[in-house]
């Protein structure tokens, strides 16, 4: 089975700022994806940064960055130069090889503050 | 764009009714997911479709059923609405490449409180 940890469930950062929230998982997959989806409030959720288990190198969408740890299976998210649109819940998710299963951290709500 | 839609944004509902759910999505995606969302538990899946008729359990599938009798409509049915089923519930949908890290669309969510 596969299990998804969040350690923080609120954070906030001022804005401009760079913020990384923790993720760690657990699985018996050799290969599988990671994800982090972003929940505004009060609107859809949606993806902000992937990554394959057998890439070696982390993934980067813009401001958005991860640090993917296989051994320690740890995948962390850093978003540099924070802006107010960044307040949300952030999920840390993790897919299985069938790519129908994908499980959920609890999820940690980030508060940008100007 | 991707649409994902679910037939209310708020619904209020007494005990022992029966309550549907729907979600349509315009991609033609073969896989689709009903989650719920409570808070510090994040999403847990309910049951998830990766084809016409067909039909999976998630990791809370009980007080539930599903329906999928075309490929963009998957529908969450509660038998008979119960107080612990007041939740957040989320709809989602991705293509069925395996192995393929597939993104998974969501739509709006569905926020039920069972009286």
């Known amino acids: 089975a596969q299990t998804v940890t969040q350690s923080q469930p609120e954070m906030s950062v001022q804005e401009a700022e760079t913020v990384t929230l923790s993720c760690t998982y657990d699985?018996?997959?050799?290969?599988?994806?990671l994800f982090w989806y972003k929940q505004p409030p009060s609107r859809q959720m949606i993806l902000v940064i992937r990554?394959?288990?057998?890439?070696?190198q982390n993934a980067t969408e813009n401001r958005f960055s991860v640090n993917f740890q296989k051994a320690a299976k740890s995948f962390s998210l850093k978003i540099s130069d924070s802006q107010l649109g960044d307040t949300a819940m952030y999920f840390c998710?993790?897919?299985?090889?069938?790519?129908?299963?994908?499980?959920f951290g609890g999820g940690t709500r980030l508060m940008v503050k100007p | 764009d991707v649409k994902v839609t679910q037939s209310s944004r708020y619904l209020v509902k007494r005990t022992g009714e029966k309550v549907f759910l729907e979600c349509v999505q315009d991609m033609d995606h073969e896989n689709m997911f009903w989650y719920r969302q409570d808070p510090g538990l994040g999403l847990r899946l309910i049951y998830f479709?990766?084809?016409?008729?067909?039909?999976e359990k998630g990791d809370i599938p009980e007080g539930y059923s599903v329906s999928r009798e075309k490929k963009e409509r998957f529908s969450l049915i509660l038998e008979s609405a119960s107080t612990n089923q007041t939740s957040m519930y989320l709809c989602a949908s991705s293509l069925g490449l395996r192995g393929a890290g597939n993104e998974q669309f969501f739509g709006p969510g569905t926020r039920l409180t069972v009286l």
């Open positions: 990554q394959e288990a057998y890439k070696q």
């Open positions: 998710a993790q897919i299985n090889n069938a790519g129908n299963m994908l499980t």
């Open positions: 479709s990766y084809d016409v008729k067909m039909k």
């Open positions: 699985t018996s997959e050799n290969n599988y994806y």
